[in-house]
């Protein structure tokens, strides 16, 4: 899982460094940014992406243990991260074919390949004839398992935790064993997506509809008291840090239609898994009843960020739609004509696994931007400037794409505007922003007390020739950066 890195540093010019960025938009910088903040000493975060004074917070703990691990071992913070993110994901593959091949009916390389390439597809082809929003929903990573292994290493915790709670109640094991492996379910919740413990509602109501309320009990009770320390650790921090109130609201994922959010970015794997549970809707599989109960929360919790919980809606959408694949191969088969056999299975292959397979390949190159704004790489003197501007507290007035990676290579400067979601009244500040570099607002260096003001065109799209009219000369004047500095 190395593989893309390695590949990425191969081909990084000359004069640019390797940003770590392989997948995942946005965020990825803003967890190198916590990882960075665990390397300087601290247990607790700030909000780095804000210039309001923001208290510690014991959140992000994951990260910021990765970062420690980068100062004691002396490794950079993109390096432990995706160490980390490929030892993860190496135990989560392992225990993904275990868990598929102990708990379920099909073909086990089936239940894989269709549970780790399950997403939106080909329906994105369709977005500009119906005006969907399949294309960008595609984007929402939680549903997913493939993505995972190549985005957020703390996803991968996520999916450990999955996978142990649900093998914990599925499988036909020790009393002791599933209280464990229930147990450290629970604490990685905790330390990752603690509101994902509601997913212990699932073998609750698969246990009282199928006489296993014993084992659902020995899966529920355990979690949720491992669970509890740093549960209650965090509730009064969301209750009495009031940032942290206006951050959570700012992370709620974007309401969107059920049929798109539940059925279309899930493309043909997706509507084959729904084509199931419609078949078997009088004796719902435990599968089936992860997806309807997943599919309830995500509308009908009571949370801001509530559609997350069809988190790793990939494993029973794969599952289902891999026992209606296995089925339509075996007719296939019956037919007892091997060149029909070879097409048909083909095309099914084609149509809910090539289209993942494909997003995934430009992934494994090098190139300025892979998605969007977000760079494999960045040029040398973009990083040094930063490195040397970085020996004060200081706000930096910059765009918003240059205030992203900021806090991921400094300590001491902050962005003014810099996430949609982890900078306070973001909305606001962004239109401020975008006036100034228009021209439009040239007080607002003054306004917000900056001490550096950035232009940069690698990561930006601004006009130089404007910021020099209202700045005069910047006292760093690079190929791609130029700094003015106010006194």
Not at 253 to 261: D, E, G, K
Not at 385 to 391: I, V
Not at 434 to 450: H, N, R, S, T
């Amino acid at each position: 899982m190395l593989i893309p890195l390695l590949i990425q540093i191969y081909n990084t010019p000359t004069g640019y460094v390797p940003s770590g960025f392989i997948s995942g938009g946005f965020d990825y910088a803003t967890f190198i940014a916590k990882m960075k903040w665990g390397a300087a000493g601290h247990w607790t975060y700030i909000n780095r992406y804000t210039t309001e004074c923001t208290e510690p917070a014991p959140i992000y703990g994951f990260y910021l243990l990765l970062g420690h691990i980068s100062k004691w071992t002396g490794l950079s913070v993109i390096w432990v991260y995706h160490l980390a993110r490929s030892l993860i994901g190496a135990l989560c593959l392992i225990s993904l074919w275990g868990f598929l091949k102990t708990n379920t009916k099909s073909k086990t390389w089936l239940a894989f390949l269709l549970v780790i390439t399950c997403m939106a597809g080909y329906w994105e082809y369709f977005d500009s004839v119906l005006n969907t929003k399949v294309a960008k929903m595609d984007l929402f990573l939680q549903a997913k398992v493939g993505t995972a292994f190549l985005t957020y290493p703390h996803y991968l915790v996520d999916l450990l935790a999955f996978l142990s709670i649900f093998h914990a109640y599925l499988a036909d094991i020790p009393a002791r064993r599933r209280i464990c492996l229930s147990a450290i379910a629970g604490f990685l919740f905790s330390a990752v997506h603690v509101f994902l413990m509601a997913i212990i509602l699932i073998p609750l109501i698969h246990g009282l509809l199928n006489k296993r309320t014993k084992e659902a009990l020995q899966v529920v009770i355990p979690s949720m008291i491992a669970a509890l320390p740093l549960t209650i650790i965090q509730y009064l921090a969301f209750t009495h840090i009031e940032w942290l109130r206006v951050w959570r609201d700012a992370t709620a994922t974007q309401f969107v239609s059920p049929l798109i959010l539940l059925l279309a970015i899930h493309g043909v794997t997706g509507l084959l898994a729904w084509y199931k549970i419609v078949s078997e809707i009088k004796k719902l599989s435990f599968w089936s009843i992860w997806v309807l109960t997943a599919s309830v929360m995500a509308y009908a919790m009571p949370l801001a960020n509530r559609t997350e919980y069809i988190f790793f809606l990939a494993i029973p959408l794969g599952i289902l739609a891999s026992e209606v694949v296995e089925k339509i191969i075996g007719w296939l088969e019956e037919r007892k004509n091997p060149t029909l056999t070879v097409i048909g299975v083909t095309l099914l292959l084609l149509l809910t696994s090539g289209y993942s397979i494909l997003w995934m390949i430009p992934i494994f190159k090098a190139d300025k931007t892979v998605t969007g704004k977000y760079p494999n790489y960045l040029p040398m003197e973009y990083v040094d400037t930063l490195a040397n501007l970085d020996n004060e507290q200081a706000i930096v007035l910059c765009d918003t794409y240059t205030g992203n990676f900021m806090p991921a290579w400094t300590i001491k400067l902050k962005p003014y505007c810099a996430h949609p979601m982890e900078t306070l009244n973001y909305e606001e500040k962004r239109k401020k922003v975008d006036a100034f570099y228009k021209g439009e607002l040239p007080q607002l260096p003054e306004q917000i007390g900056a001490k550096y003001i950035i232009y940069e065109d690698f990561l930006a799209e601004n006009d130089y020739g404007k910021l020099h009219d209202i700045l005069g000369e910047p006292f760093i004047k690079g190929k791609h950066i130029a700094v003015w500095k106010r006194r």
